[in-house]
């Protein structure tokens, strides 16, 4: 079957630490999303890819970058970690913009 | 910013009770999608209403949509303990092809 997985699915890093967090689809998709989940503010669209070579800003994308040299993947990179960035990450894909979207299980990320 | 804003954020009911949850919006839509996540884990997709939809059913859960209100509403008929997890509606706005989310409605249901 068909999947979307996330890796790791818990992290702990320290301050200024490089960061990469791993999304790996087998829908085959084209469209794939990064979201931020923290309390009070539900989900927030970090950087979105609708193809290889392709990759846009969301709502919430300073400190954070993304890059799609395939399809299958979409990988996340803070590139100096922040308190601010302690949050649960989520990687999503979809074969039709603005339809349904496919969710991984998640990456908690600790920033001490 | 928020395009879809749901209510009440948290619901607590009985087994077999019915759960209604709403969600507003501000912009003009092309969808709008209700997703379901359960404690730790990603966000699962319910069901998706079109524009010029008014409602639409799936097993247990019947979506409506009022456009002139933006705004719509997911009822979840004789529910059940699994059916305690967070709920969210997702909205496109018709300039942009990405989706925005709410904040949630956490729902209990009480055996």
């Known amino acids: 079957d068909a999947e979307i997985t996330q890796s790791p699915r818990h992290k702990i890093t320290e301050t200024g630490r490089q960061v990469t967090l791993a999304c790996h689809q087998t829908w085959n998709h084209n469209n794939m999303f990064w979201y931020r989940q923290d309390l009070g503010h539900g989900l927030r669209l970090i950087h979105y890819s609708y193809g290889v070579q392709d990759t846009n800003k969301g709502e919430v994308s300073d400190g954070y970058s993304v890059s799609r040299s395939n399809t299958e993947d979409l990988p996340l990179t803070l590139e100096s970690a922040a308190s601010s960035q302690t949050s649960v990450y989520f990687c999503?894909?979809?074969?039709?913009?603005?339809?349904?979207?496919?969710f991984g299980p998640g990456t908690r990320l600790l920033v001490l | 910013s928020q395009q879809g804003e749901e209510d009440p954020q948290a619901l607590s009911i009985q087994e077999g009770e019915n759960a209604t949850m709403n969600c507003s919006y501000k912009t003009s839509i092309n969808n709008l999608q209700w997703y379901r996540q359960n404690s730790g884990r990603g966000l699962v997709h319910l069901i998706l209403?079109?524009?010029?939809?008014r409602e639409k059913h799936s097993g247990r859960l019947r979506v409506t949509l009022d456009t002139s209100k933006k705004s719509s509403s997911l009822l979840i008929t004789a529910s059940r303990a699994a059916d305690t997890a967070s709920y969210f509606c997702a909205t496109d706005a018709m300039k942009d092809s990405t989706l925005t989310f709410g904040k949630g409605t956490m729902l209990l249901v009480s055996p």
């Open positions: 999503a894909s979809s074969s039709r913009l603005q339809e349904t979207q496919y």
């Open positions: 209403i079109r524009s010029n939809e």
